[in-house]
């Protein structure tokens, strides 16, 4: 992409209303806009980052054998009577009624929805296991929706059902969960740190909250330090392999890890005292198991080989896609801006031409982004007429991993300069190795 025939409506001043790094940086670098009180348009920077996230959600979960599929937004009330949560659900639901009187509401979650699709088609055991999920828009109508993306009242959700015989085989679906989402994370340059939790309205008393250790993050969180010495890496995962994930859970759950909706205090100062931490942490994920919760009240369920009907056990399993941008960015920044993990970065290069219109600068510059194109990377060219200086603090503030900065002088010698946005570090390099560097690192990734 071109900056000139971009649209990227980068912003000088610091909007007052952000009180966030990472809803600052948001705004100034043009990736959303508030439409109103916690619902934003996706400006094309921010929206090619959050289809990044969540495209790595969809591998992910594919790899772990779970189905995408796509339900609406609205939804009718009536199933949500079914469950009992239509009142339950209190103020946070958004109540709609159509032209026909008929009551409906914009959908916080979907268990009661997949149910009835389940109970719909499926009878049988022999259709499970079973795993579906979308990635889809929810409305919760948040008291205090702020901080930008991170609280909003519309925001983006990957949401995942599991339907299983037994109650063991919806626990080993939860570990799947937990592996996939630890990969998931992982992709995106994050720690999240499974912690045991709170079920609230979703149910269950077998939950755990996947947390990003942040200042500024809405939860209370209490661990054992060696929880942030465990990576998952590249370890091959066969996901049929019950006790293989169960020895990831167990890997990642079995230091104290939980949010202040259930800490210990006495079983947190067994922890000798040198690994005892308090923090703040923000929610990027919660997996549940409810067992029977919503099958039995609404009628799901299957005929197992004993001839007998009964009620499938369920879970639910979601990832706040949406909330993970301001997540990773309030991991990933410096004074200067956003410094995007090269698994989610918008763009994979940036070039910046230190003298547009110079002819020699302007071919090195149009080389490059043929070379990188042609490799198959998204460099973003800022082929402004605009001082250096302003240049580079776009750059900056939009965090792009590498950076390629050509000018006449370095031409002279045959070199061009590639930046670590990172590590600030540079090197000289003939254009082609500026270019083998980019493509070599993203084919490592
Ligand atoms: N049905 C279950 C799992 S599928 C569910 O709704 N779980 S949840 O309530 O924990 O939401 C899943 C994730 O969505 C949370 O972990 C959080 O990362 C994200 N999320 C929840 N509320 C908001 C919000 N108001 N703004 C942005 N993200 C949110």
Same mark, same amino acid.
């Not at 934003?40 to 594919?62: A, D, M, T």
């Not at 109508?141 to 925001?155: I, S």
């Given at each position: 992409?071109?900056?000139?025939?971009?649209?990227?409506?980068?912003?000088?001043?610091?909007?007052?209303?952000?009180?966030?790094?990472?809803?600052?940086?948001?705004?100034?670098?043009?990736?959303?806009?508030?439409?109103?009180?916690?619902?934003?348009?996706?400006?094309?920077?921010?929206?090619?980052?959050?289809?990044?996230?969540?495209?790595?959600?969809?591998?992910?979960?594919?790899?772990?054998?779970?189905?995408?599929?796509?339900?609406?937004?609205?939804?009718?009330?009536?199933?949500?009577?079914?469950?009992?949560?239509?009142?339950?659900?209190?103020?946070?639901?958004?109540?709609?009624?159509?032209?026909?009187?008929?009551?409906?509401?914009?959908?916080?979650?979907?268990?009661?929805?997949?149910?009835?699709?389940?109970?719909?088609?499926?009878?049988?055991?022999?259709?499970?296991?079973?795993?579906?999920?979308?990635?889809?828009?929810?409305?919760?109508?948040?008291?205090?929706?702020?901080?930008?993306?991170?609280?909003?009242?519309?925001?983006?959700?990957?949401?995942?059902?599991?339907?299983?015989?037994?109650?063991?085989?919806?626990?080993?679906?939860?570990?799947?969960?937990?592996?996939?989402?630890?990969?998931?994370?992982?992709?995106?340059?994050?720690?999240?740190?499974?912690?045991?939790?709170?079920?609230?309205?979703?149910?269950?008393?077998?939950?755990?909250?996947?947390?990003?250790?942040?200042?500024?993050?809405?939860?209370?969180?209490?661990?054992?330090?060696?929880?942030?010495?465990?990576?998952?890496?590249? %370890? @091959?995962? #066969?996901?049929?392999?019950? $006790?293989? &994930?169960? *020895?990831?859970?167990?890997?990642? !759950?079995?230091?104290?890890?939980?949010?202040?909706?259930?800490?210990?205090?006495?079983?947190?100062?067994?922890?000798?005292?040198?690994?005892?931490?308090?923090?703040?942490?923000?929610?990027?994920?919660?997996?549940?198991?409810?067992?029977?919760?919503?099958?039995?009240?609404?009628?799901?369920?299957?005929?197992?080989?004993?001839?007998?009907?009964?009620?499938?056990?369920?879970?639910?399993?979601?990832?706040?896609?949406?909330?993970?941008?301001?997540?990773?960015?309030?991991?990933?920044?410096?004074?200067?801006?956003?410094?995007?993990?090269?698994?989610?970065?918008?763009?994979?290069?940036?070039?910046?031409?230190? %003298? @547009?219109? #110079?002819?020699?600068?302007? $071919?090195? &510059?149009? *080389?490059?982004?043929?070379?990188? !194109?042609?490799?198959?990377?998204?460099?973003?060219?800022?082929?402004?007429?605009?001082?250096?200086?302003?240049?580079?603090?776009?750059?900056?503030?939009?965090?792009?991993?590498?950076?390629?900065?050509?000018?006449?002088?370095?031409?002279?010698?045959?070199?061009?300069?590639?930046?670590?946005?990172?590590?600030?570090?540079?090197?000289?390099?003939?254009?082609?190795?500026?270019?083998?560097?980019?493509?070599?690192?993203?084919?490592?990734?």
């Amino acid at each position: 992409m071109r900056l000139t025939r971009y649209f990227l409506p980068v912003l000088k001043e610091t909007p007052a209303e952000a009180q966030i790094v990472s809803h600052r940086y948001m705004l100034r670098a043009g990736m959303i806009k508030q439409a109103s009180a916690g619902i934003y348009s996706w400006l094309p920077l921010g929206f090619k980052v959050l289809r990044k996230i969540e495209n790595i959600v969809h591998e992910e979960q594919q790899r772990a054998g779970h189905i995408p599929m796509l339900m609406p937004t609205l939804q009718t009330a009536d199933l949500w009577r079914e469950s009992g949560r239509y009142d339950d659900y209190g103020e946070e639901m958004l109540r709609i009624t159509d032209r026909h009187g008929h009551d409906m509401l914009y959908g916080p979650t979907n268990e009661e929805l997949i149910t009835d699709i389940f109970r719909s088609y499926v009878g049988s055991y022999k259709a499970l296991p079973l795993t579906l999920y979308h990635i889809q828009w929810k409305f919760r109508d948040e008291r205090r929706p702020r901080f930008g993306v991170m609280r909003g009242r519309e925001f983006l959700m990957k949401d995942g059902y599991n339907f299983d015989l037994t109650k063991e085989a919806a626990l080993h679906a939860y570990n799947r969960h937990l592996v996939s989402y630890l990969r998931s994370y992982e992709r995106m340059g994050l720690q999240a740190i499974p912690m045991r939790a709170d079920g609230g309205p979703i149910g269950g008393d077998y939950t755990h909250e996947f947390l990003v250790l942040a200042e500024t993050g809405e939860s209370e969180v209490f661990y054992d330090s060696e929880v942030t010495d465990l990576t998952f890496g590249d %370890r @091959q995962i #066969d996901y049929d392999d019950v $006790a293989q &994930c169960q *020895g990831v859970l167990e890997e990642f !759950t079995s230091r104290y890890a939980r949010t202040d909706e259930t800490h210990d205090e006495a079983l947190f100062n067994e922890i000798p005292e040198d690994r005892r931490r308090t923090a703040r942490g923000i929610e990027v994920g919660q997996i549940f198991y409810f067992g029977t919760k919503y099958s039995e009240v609404m009628d799901a369920t299957v005929i197992n080989d004993k001839q007998e009907q009964v009620p499938v056990h369920m879970g639910s399993h979601g990832i706040g896609v949406s909330r993970l941008l301001g997540a990773i960015i309030e991991a990933s920044h410096d004074d200067k801006g956003i410094i995007w993990p090269e698994g989610v970065t918008p763009f994979h290069c940036g070039i910046i031409n230190l %003298r @547009q219109g #110079d002819e020699a600068a302007d $071919a090195a &510059c149009e *080389g490059l982004y043929t070379a990188l !194109t042609n490799a198959g990377l998204e460099p973003l060219y800022d082929d402004r007429d605009e001082r250096a200086g302003g240049k580079f603090a776009t750059m900056d503030l939009i965090g792009l991993p590498w950076r390629i900065t050509v000018g006449p002088r370095g031409l002279k010698n045959g070199v061009v300069e590639l930046t670590c946005r990172k590590t600030g570090e540079s090197v000289e390099l003939s254009p082609e190795d500026a270019v083998a560097r980019v493509v070599g690192i993203y084919s490592a990734l």
